[in-house]
């Protein structure tokens, strides 16, 4: 279909406003709106018009046009069929009420997504089905360009298709305004110096986090926990309500890390985005249970990449065992760096993890005998290896495992993550 055709069959039972009528042309030529495609397109059937050509249009489409050599009465336009006359009374009021929603929110990018009506969707499937989609534009791409060109004239964001800070969502069918708030993400290294505190909050699974008798109405099984050590002065910062914490690997609630384990904070709904880092790590750094260090704004990229890290890390296990430790069994845990180590998924773990077996290497061992019962043990182990169980032997689901070689059953551990080896 030529495209006065096509103009023309859209201008043939009622109204279009230029944006629409343009709409239907959108691909063909640059640094045009499909306001000025419209208008364009609109005149050249006027000009049929006025040379004498019969065209099959409804007259309102042509009021404000000034014929010489036809007379025709034209009325002033009723809505136009497809977008309400939304880009010709509503886009500015909407825009307005866009900015209005931007001054609680400190941001640099924004995008707009829209929904539209079932009522506008079906007249635009209707009108396409007609003319064809050939150089046609949906409604909602247009209604997203136009008000984003609006918003970036009146302030000083810019309009972002990859990440943006915001994402602003016009409900047309509910006449509605909603912001999105993309997260903020800082990454970092924590120390945990204390034990008896997990790594993440540890939301009450009776209540989820409203109050019971079980967790005594804290909503929570445990006081405090690295997250909640950091998260804390960021969340005040921010102004976010809550977070979400993600780290490489994690240490046992009753084992340190004293080394720097990498983290990720995921801080959510965030509404100021200009923190000062170095003033939040020292806040942190009072604490005297958890210690930070390199924080700077991240991604959420960086999050995937900590799932995928491999290091190696070493650990310091305090050990005492039921009775004397036979000093000579001693040297054979040397030989533990010559096989791999067959760990089940460990009883303590495996409620909430697939049972299944895993081989992990010792790559370093030596000891320390401090007393007639005790021992001190540092172990350098492959990621994912389980250090506890790697001691107690798990009622068989680690072999090897010290407790059987030195044939000693445990009483206890106390056990600290002293090196963790990355390359930075």
Known sequence: MKIEEKAIEMMKDSFVCDNCLGRSIATLLSGYSNEQRGKIIRQYIAFLIDSGEKVNAELSNFYGIKFRNVKIKLEKPDKCKLCKNFFFEKINETTKEIIKKFKEIEFKTFLIGSIVSDELLKAEEEIWSRVGIEHCEPIKSEINRELGKRIEKLTDKKFESKNPDITVIVDLNENKIRIEIRSLYVSGKYQKLVRGIPQSKWVCLRCHGKGCTYCKGEGKLYPTSVQEIIDKPLLKATGSKKSKFSAHGREDIDARCLDYRPFVLELIKPAKRKIDLKKIENQINKSNKAKVKYLKISTREAIKKLKFMKFDKTYLATVRFEKKIDKKKLKQLKGLVKEPILQKTPLRVVHRRADKFRKRKVKKI????????????????????????????????????????INNKVKKISLDVIKIHSKG
């Open 366 to 405: 030596s000891w320390i005998v401090l007393g007639k019962k005790e021992l001190q043990l540092k172990i350098k182990g492959e990621t994912g290896l389980y250090i506890k169980e790697l001691i107690t032997g798990d009622e068989g689901r680690t072999k090897p495992n010290i407790s059987e070689i």
